[in-house]
Each structure stands twice: as structure tokens, then as C-alpha cells.
């Protein structure tokens, strides 16, 4: 390895304030989540995934995708989520391509009952902090982010 | 509860690319510092602040706060640590307010031997792809997520 790339002190802090940000922001969300819907995060992140797709019905891989699950960790939360009826499985039998996931009518209405308390929790830790240049500038640097980290990234980022 | 506060559109995307970028970035972290060092995140940054704290010791619960861990996760972690060499733990006989982790030699080893590859990830997946202005936005958008999400939060986030 080439001579390490120290961060500068004001980068360190910089980069402990994103650290210790991220934390709360997942923490309270997940804290709000699990209190008034009973769920974690990830299940949320995959109803509603699939509550704004064409059908209300996901290809397993895009579903992936969508919520930056691996597939077996994805593949786990479906199971438990098929479980609570809020999701259906099915196998195409003409496509090897893969699994498709829904969601049933019953998981739609757990979206719906759970979507403006995650809203209000995600106004409340994120954006009712920040002025409007800031939300602009939060937005463009997440975009840098992602263009950045993106660019090592393997076309199909879901193991096995 | 009362009327839901919803997002407007553009608001939607700034959430969308926050969640993308924090979970890319960590990711990317998590990856790295697995496939070079052998350990999850959490467990080097207890290393990390032990490293930096006076005599490489911490009471329990201010590690618990520096890193933003339950105790019974942060007590699960410890074990692990323990069993590798890095870390022991005593308690201390006049003090009831609990038991103490510190760095061994090894521990530190462990440290020294895997700061570079993760800052350098960190560097990579971070700071490269943004302007030294945007770095400075990110750091007072941060300190004022924190500010914002700590308004709500109990002084000791430590549960039993």
C-alpha cells in the first residue's frame, strides 16, 4: 500500500459530525418505526419499495437493488414479512431470472398507517434542523456521494 | 396525531439520495474493513476510541456513548474483543458505576495496522468526490442534524 492519505483535522471533524449524524438519524427512525409500527427500518424500506412499483410487485434483484438489502439478508426479511401477510411470493416459470415479491392488500395498508409517522420522525431529525440552502446542499453532496462510491461498485451489487 | 407534515418532491429526493449515500458509504466501509482487517465497523470503532482515550481505557458506558451502541451490543462486541487479545475488561471494586474496557498492546497493533486502508476508504468513498466547500456544508449540515436529533434524546441513550 502507497503512503496512507491521513484526513486533515478539519476533515476528521468533518467526518465524526457525518458519523455521529447518520447514527442519530437511523437511530430515531428505527426507534420511531419499531414504537408506532412494530417494524424495523428495512421491512419498511421494502413496502414501500414495492408499494410505489407498477403492480405493487418487484423482481427479487430490483428489490435488492432498491433497498441495498444482499439477497440474503432481502430474502430473510420477505420470509418474515410473507409470514405477516404483507407480501406474496412467486416464482416466474418461464423466466429463471428469478423470484417476484408483491404486496397484498393488507401490507398496502400498513404502508398507509405507517407513512406519516415516519415522515413526521424524518422531518423532525433531519430536515426541521437545516435551512433551505442547507437541504439544497445536503442534496448535492449526497449526489456527489453516490456518483463517487458508485464508481467502484460492481454493475450487480448483490451477492448470493 | 395531528395532520401528516409530507414531503414536498423536491425534499423527497434530498431524503433519497441522503439514504443512498449513507448506506453506499457505509457499505463500502463495512467491506473494506472486513476484507482487510478482518472486523465489522463497530468493533473497530471501539478500537478507535479506546486508542484515543487517556490510559487506552473507558468506563463502559462512555464507550457506549462514543459510539452510539446499546450496552447489551456493545457488551456482545467486548466479548468478541476480549477473545481476540485486543481488549480486557476489569471492574472496579469502589466504583459501582461499572466496569472499565481497555486497549491491550495487541489491541493497538490491531489499531495501527488497520487506520490507513480505512481512512483511505473513507477518503475514496467521502471526501474525494466533493469541493472543499461542500466537505465545510457537510460538516455544518452534520452539527446541526446532531444538534436537531439530540433535542429529543433522554441524557443517557444507554439501555439496560
Known amino acids: 500500500m502507497t503512503e496512507p492519505r491521513w484526513l486533515s483535522e478539519s476533515e476528521q471533524e468533518v467526518w465524526r459530525a457525518y458519523q455521529t449524524a447518520t447514527k442519530l438519524v437511523g437511530e430515531s427512525l428505527d ?3 419499531q414504537r408506532d409500527s412494530g417494524m424495523p427500518t428495512t421491512y419498511y424500506e421494502i413496502l414501500v419499495a414495492l408499494s410505489e412499483a407498477t403492480g405493487r410487485e418487484l ?6 437493488e432498491f433497498t441495498k438489502s444482499s439477497r440474503s ?3 430473510h426479511a420477505i420470509a418474515r414479512l410473507e409470514e405477516n401477510g404483507w407480501v406474496t411470493r412467486r416464482s416466474c416459470p418461464t423466466d429463471k431470472r428469478g423470484a417476484f415479491a408483491s404486496l397484498t392488500e393488507d401490507g398496502m395498508g400498513v404502508v398507509r398507517a405507517a407513512a406519516p409517522g415516519h415522515v413526521n420522525e424524518v422531518r ?4 426541521d434542523g437545516l435551512s433551505t440552502d442547507q437541504v439544497k446542499q445536503l442534496g448535492e ?5 453516490v456518483a463517487q462510491a458508485s ?3 460492481p454493475s ?3 451477492d448470493e
Chains 1, 2 share one sequence.
Not at 59 to 64: D, F
Open 31 to 33: 426507534r420511531q418505526l
Open 59 to 64: 423482481r427479487m434483484s430490483e428489490l435488492a
Open 73 to 75: 439478508r432481502l430474502s
Open 124 to 127: 423532525t431529525v433531519l430536515f
Open 141 to 145: 453532496i449526497s449526489a456527489a456521494i
Open 151 to 153: 464508481k467502484g461498485c
Open 156 to 158: 450487480d451489487p448483490c
